[in-house]
C-alpha cells in the first residue's frame, strides 16, 4: 500500500522562487538602466558601468545556477589538460535526475521567456541606437545582445542539439503548423465529390 | 504543461542521430552543487590567478590557462577605465573599454593564425589577468599625484621608473602562460603585438595626469 508512494517521498517538491528572481532580476535591471538611465539624470559612462556589471553578473548567474536549478541543464567549455584542445560540453540531468527533481512548469517558462525575449530586446533597441546613429548606445546594446544571447545559445544548444537537430527541430515545427493550418483551412472536397 | 511533456520527450527522439554527439547526460555530483559553493569556488580560482599572474611560475600556468575565466580582466579594464576617464586629456572610458577588448582580441588572433596552440578565451583571459602589475602601477602613480606637489622632474622619474617595472613585469607573466604555446620559429611575431599591447597600456599610465 505504501510502496506506491515510496519513490515521491524523494521528489523535491517546493520550486526556488529565489532562483527565478535571480535569473530575472539581473537582466532587466540591465534593460531598465539602458532604457530609463537618463530619467535618472546618469552620466552615459556610470550607465555603462553599471549595465556591464549586472549583464556579467547575471551571464554568470544564468549559466551556472539558473540553468541547473531551473531546468536541470548545463554547458561549459573544457578543456582537455593534456592536448590543450578546448571543447564545448552540453549536458542535462539523467531522467532519473528529472524524476526526483522535475521541472516546474512555470519556472520552466519563467526561464525560457527570459531567456528568448531579452537578447530580443538588446537587438531591437541595438537596431534603434544604429539607425538613430548613437554609437555608443549601440555597443551598449551589442554587449547586452552577446551576453544574453550567449546563454541563449548555450541552453538551446542543451536542449535540442548540434546545429543539424535545431533545423530538424524547426522544420518539424513549421511542418506541423502548415499541416495544422492546411487541415483546418481544406474546404469540404470530399462531402462536394460525394 | 502539454508541450513541456513533448519538449522533454523529444530527448529520446533526438539522440538516436549519432552523426555528431549532441549532448551528455550528466548526474555529478557538482551539478546540483549549492549556489555558495560555486560562487565561493569561482571567487578561490579568481584569487589563485591574480596571485600565480603577480609571482608566475610555471605550476600555476595551468590554472590560468584550463580554468580560464574572464573576471579579471573585466574587473581591471573598469578600474582602469574608471581612473583614465577622470584624467585631462586622458581616454575616456568606453575608449578605453573597446581598446582593451580589441586590443586582446586581435593579439589573439594573431597568435592563433600563426599556428598558436592556444582557445581564444584562454589567451584573452591570461592577457587581461597579466595586466594587473600595470594596474598597480597606475594606482602607485595615482597617489603619487594626489599626495605630493611640486618637484615635477622627481614625481615623473618615480612614476616612469615604476611603470617600466610594471611594463616589464606584465610582459614576461604573459610570455610566461603564452610564449610556450606558439610555434617556437614565430614566437618574436607572437610575442611583439603583445609587448606593444602592453607598451601602449603602460604610455596611458605614465601620461595619467591626475
Redesign the interface.
Same mark, same amino acid.
Given at each position: 500500500m505504501n510502496n506506491l508512494e515510496f519513490g515521491s517521498e524523494n521528489v523535491e517538491k517546493k520550486g526556488h522562487p529565489g @532562483?527565478v528572481v535571480a535569473h530575472l532580476g539581473f537582466r532587466v535591471s540591465a534593460l531598465f538602466i539602458y532604457m530609463f538611465g537618463g530619467i535618472f539624470s546618469m552620466s552615459?559612462?556610470t550607465s555603462?558601468?553599471f549595465i556591464?556589471?549586472c549583464l556579467?553578473i547575471d551571464f554568470?548567474t544564468v549559466k551556472? @545556477?539558473t540553468g541547473?536549478?531551473l531546468v536541470g541543464l548545463?554547458w561549459r567549455?573544457n /578543456?582537455e589538460?593534456t592536448t %590543450?584542445q =578546448?571543447s564545448w @560540453?552540453?549536458? =542535462?540531468? =539523467?531522467?532519473? %535526475?528529472?524524476k526526483r527533481?522535475p @521541472?516546474k512548469?512555470n519556472e520552466?517558462r519563467a526561464f525560457w521567456g527570459a531567456l528568448i525575449l531579452c537578447p530580443l530586446m538588446w537587438a531591437l533597441l541595438g537596431l534603434s541606437a544604429l539607425f538613430t546613429l548613437k554609437f555608443?548606445s549601440f /555597443?551598449v546594446c551589442l554587449s547586452g545582445f552577446g551576453f544574453n544571447g550567449a546563454n541563449l545559445y548555450g541552453y538551446i544548444?542543451?536542449? /535540442? %542539439? %548540434?546545429f543539424?537537430?535545431v533545423k530538424?527541430?524547426a522544420n518539424n515545427l513549421i511542418g506541423k503548423q502548415m499541416l495544422s493550418r492546411f487541415m483546418s483551412s481544406a474546404p469540404a472536397a470530399p462531402a462536394q465529390s460525394a | 504543461m502539454a508541450e513541456f511533456e513533448s519538449t522533454s520527450y523529444s530527448f529520446g527522439d533526438l539522440s538516436g542521430e549519432m552523426d555528431q554527439p549532441i549532448m551528455t547526460v550528466c548526474d555529478d555530483d557538482d551539478f546540483d552543487e549549492p549556489v555558495r559553493e560555486t560562487i565561493m569556488r569561482d571567487l578561490r580560482d579568481v584569487g589563485h590567478k591574480f596571485k600565480h599572474v603577480v609571482f608566475p611560475l610555471k605550476e600555476g600556468s595551468n590554472l590560468l590557462l584550463r580554468d580560464w575565466d574572464l573576471w579579471g580582466p573585466l574587473l581591471l579594464c573598469m578600474v582602469v577605465g574608471a581612473i583614465l576617464h577622470e584624467g585631462q586629456g586622458g581616454p575616456h572610458f568606453t575608449q578605453f573599454f573597446v581598446l582593451f577588448w580589441m586590443g586582446s582580441a586581435v593579439v589573439t588572433l594573431n597568435n592563433k593564425l600563426l599556428g598558436g596552440t592556444i582557445s581564444f578565451f584562454q589567451s584573452v583571459c591570461v592577457l587581461g589577468y597579466c595586466i594587473a602589475p600595470l594596474v598597480g602601477a597606475l594606482l602607485f602613480c595615482r597617489i603619487v599625484l594626489i599626495s605630493t606637489q611640486g618637484a615635477f622632474l622627481l614625481r615623473f622619474a618615480l612614476r616612469f621608473v615604476v611603470t617600466l617595472v610594471a611594463f616589464g613585469w606584465s610582459s614576461r607573466a604573459a610570455m610566461c602562460f603564452i610564449g610556450d604555446t606558439a610555434p617556437s620559429d614565430r614566437r618574436f611575431l607572437a610575442v611583439y603585438p603583445m609587448v606593444l599591447f602592453y607598451f601602449i597600456i603602460s604610455w596611458l599610465v605614465i601620461t595619467y595626469s591626475g
Amino acid at each position: 500500500m505504501n510502496n506506491l508512494e515510496f519513490g515521491s517521498e524523494n521528489v523535491e517538491k517546493k520550486g526556488h522562487p529565489g @532562483v527565478v528572481v535571480a535569473h530575472l532580476g539581473f537582466r532587466v535591471s540591465a534593460l531598465f538602466i539602458y532604457m530609463f538611465g537618463g530619467i535618472f539624470s546618469m552620466s552615459f559612462v556610470t550607465s555603462f558601468v553599471f549595465i556591464l556589471l549586472c549583464l556579467a553578473i547575471d551571464f554568470w548567474t544564468v549559466k551556472n @545556477v539558473t540553468g541547473r536549478f531551473l531546468v536541470g541543464l548545463r554547458w561549459r567549455n573544457n /578543456i582537455e589538460p593534456t592536448t %590543450g584542445q =578546448s571543447s564545448w @560540453v552540453y549536458e =542535462s540531468r =539523467s531522467e532519473e %535526475g528529472f524524476k526526483r527533481k522535475p @521541472v516546474k512548469p512555470n519556472e520552466f517558462r519563467a526561464f525560457w521567456g527570459a531567456l528568448i525575449l531579452c537578447p530580443l530586446m538588446w537587438a531591437l533597441l541595438g537596431l534603434s541606437a544604429l539607425f538613430t546613429l548613437k554609437f555608443p548606445s549601440f /555597443i551598449v546594446c551589442l554587449s547586452g545582445f552577446g551576453f544574453n544571447g550567449a546563454n541563449l545559445y548555450g541552453y538551446i544548444r542543451c536542449k /535540442i %542539439g %548540434g546545429f543539424d537537430a535545431v533545423k530538424n527541430y524547426a522544420n518539424n515545427l513549421i511542418g506541423k503548423q502548415m499541416l495544422s493550418r492546411f487541415m483546418s483551412s481544406a474546404p469540404a472536397a470530399p462531402a462536394q465529390s460525394a | 504543461m502539454a508541450e513541456f511533456e513533448s519538449t522533454s520527450y523529444s530527448f529520446g527522439d533526438l539522440s538516436g542521430e549519432m552523426d555528431q554527439p549532441i549532448m551528455t547526460v550528466c548526474d555529478d555530483d557538482d551539478f546540483d552543487e549549492p549556489v555558495r559553493e560555486t560562487i565561493m569556488r569561482d571567487l578561490r580560482d579568481v584569487g589563485h590567478k591574480f596571485k600565480h599572474v603577480v609571482f608566475p611560475l610555471k605550476e600555476g600556468s595551468n590554472l590560468l590557462l584550463r580554468d580560464w575565466d574572464l573576471w579579471g580582466p573585466l574587473l581591471l579594464c573598469m578600474v582602469v577605465g574608471a581612473i583614465l576617464h577622470e584624467g585631462q586629456g586622458g581616454p575616456h572610458f568606453t575608449q578605453f573599454f573597446v581598446l582593451f577588448w580589441m586590443g586582446s582580441a586581435v593579439v589573439t588572433l594573431n597568435n592563433k593564425l600563426l599556428g598558436g596552440t592556444i582557445s581564444f578565451f584562454q589567451s584573452v583571459c591570461v592577457l587581461g589577468y597579466c595586466i594587473a602589475p600595470l594596474v598597480g602601477a597606475l594606482l602607485f602613480c595615482r597617489i603619487v599625484l594626489i599626495s605630493t606637489q611640486g618637484a615635477f622632474l622627481l614625481r615623473f622619474a618615480l612614476r616612469f621608473v615604476v611603470t617600466l617595472v610594471a611594463f616589464g613585469w606584465s610582459s614576461r607573466a604573459a610570455m610566461c602562460f603564452i610564449g610556450d604555446t606558439a610555434p617556437s620559429d614565430r614566437r618574436f611575431l607572437a610575442v611583439y603585438p603583445m609587448v606593444l599591447f602592453y607598451f601602449i597600456i603602460s604610455w596611458l599610465v605614465i601620461t595619467y595626469s591626475g
